[in-house]
C-alpha cells in the first residue's frame, strides 16, 4: 500500500452475509460504511472456513438474487473459497473439472472478490479467472511481511492478515509499507492467542463445508478452546480482538479496511457488530459484537454427530460471561511497543485488565465447565462414539476425590428416575449438568448431602427453555411439584 502514515481514509467494512436480504436493507438504513458483504453457498467444492452445520442453507437462485441486491445497493459481494485443505481432489481430473465449472458459475453470478488460502487456488484463478480481485483468508496465517510479499507475488489483491498478530503494530506497519495489496483486518475474532487447536480447527471446517466430503463435523477446537477461556479469564483478555474505539489506532499505521465475521449469527446480532464498528464505539458487553465465546446466537444444526456437541455449548448461557469494554479505554496502548511472543508467559498486563472487565457468574461458569469437560472426556475416551471400556483407576480415584458430597438415598432414585425421562443420547449430560448444580444447592444451604428440594430447583434452573414443560411435566408426575 506504501501510505503516508499521516493520510487519512474513511472506513471500509467487509460484513459477513448469513444470505438474509434484510442484513443488506438495515446497513443502507443506517448508513453504514460498507464495502462488500461475503459468504458461500452451503458447501461447496473447495469448502471455506465453517461447516455446513453452523451456516444457513441457501439455494443457487437465492444466492444469485442476492448478489443483484448487493450490487444494486452499490457494494460488493466475495465469495469464500478459503478452506485450507482439499485432500488433494483439486488434482483428482474429474474433480479439478468440477472446481473450474464452480469457479466459472461463481464469475457467471456476478462475484466481485474471492477469498482464497491455497496458494495453488490463488494461481489458478490468476490465470484462468484473471477479472477475480483475490483476498487471502486469514486461514494462511500471513504474520510477516515476507509471507506477505510471497502472496503478493502469487497474484493476491488483498490480504486479511493472522489475527495473532493483530496487536503487533509494528509487523502491520511494516507490512503496509512494503506491499501493494490492501490490508483488511479482522476484528471480531475472539480465538485464544497462539491457539494450539486454530489450524486443525480451520481444517475441521474446511472438510466440514466440501460437497466431495460427508461433512462430519465434531467442534473438538471449540471445546477445548472454551475449557481453558472459561477456566482462566485472563486468556479471553488476550484474544486478539479489536474494539471499535480502537480502530483509530490502526488508521494511524495505514490499516483502513476492516473485516467483521459471523455467518452463523442472525441479522440483528451482525448489525450489532456493523453498527458498533461504523460509529467506532460501543457501551456495553464486549461479547455481543465479538465471536468466539457464545454460541447462544446464531443455529447449529441437531444432527449427529453433532448434536450432543450443541447440547453442551448451550449451557454456556449460564456463564454470563460479560466483557466491560466501557472499562477498556488505554487498553490497547501497551501493545505499541511490546512483543507478546517474546515475553507473554512473564506478563501480568493481560491478567491486571482480566480482574477489572471480565465478568462471569461463578456457579454458572462452573455448570459450563462440567458440561464442556463431560463432552471434552466423552470424546478423548472414544464414549462418544459408541466405544465402551472400564474405568481406569485413576478417573475412579479422581471421581471419588471430586464427590465429597452424598445424596439422600430417595433424592437419588428420583434423580435417576428424572434422568431417565431425558433422550438417551442426553442422559450423560443431564445428570452431570444437573447433578453438580444440586449438589452446589446443597453446599449453598451448608449441607454435605443432597436433598429433594436441591434436586427439583437444580432440575428447574437447569434445564435448557425448550425442554422446561416436558421437565415439569416429568416433576409432577412424580409428586415432586404442585400440578
Known sequence: MKLNTLEVKKIQLTVASNWDFNLIEKIIENNCPVRDLFGAAHHTIVGGGRPTCIIPEVSEEEIIEYIKKVHRNKMEFTYLLNAPCMNGQEFVAENHRKLIDEIQWIKDIGVDNLVVTIPYLIELIKEQFPKFKIRVSTIARVNSVNKAKFFEMLGADEITPDVMINRNFKILEKMVNSIDCKINLLTTDGCLYECPFRQYHYNLCGHGSQSLNDRYYVDYPLISCSIIK??????????RWVRP???????????????IGGRRLPTDRIMKSVKAYSERKYNGNLTNIIQGFSFSFGSIQHLEPNKNFSDTVEVEKKANLYIDNSKLDGFIEFFKNHDCRANCADCNYCSEWAEKVVIMDEE???????????????????REFGIKRKESKKEKKRKKKK?????????????????SFSPPEFQSMTRMVIGSMAEKKAKNRGSDIVEEQD??????????GPFQEEMKENLKKLGLIEA
Open 403 to 419: 464427590s465429597k458430597i452424598n445424596w439422600e438415598p430417595s433424592t437419588q432414585k428420583l434423580f435417576d428416575t428424572m434422568v
Open 230 to 239: 472459561f477456566s482462566n479469564p485472563t486468556e479471553i483478555v488476550k484474544c
Open 245 to 259: 474505539e480502537d480502530l483509530k489506532h490502526y488508521e494511524d499505521i495505514g490499516i483502513s479496511n476492516f473485516k
Open 455 to 464: 434436586m427439583i430447583q437444580a432440575f428447574l434452573e437447569g434445564t435448557p
Open 364 to 382: 454458572g461458569t462452573e455448570i459450563y465447565l462440567d458440561s464442556l469437560k463431560t463432552f471434552h472426556n466423552n470424546l478423548i475416551t472414544s
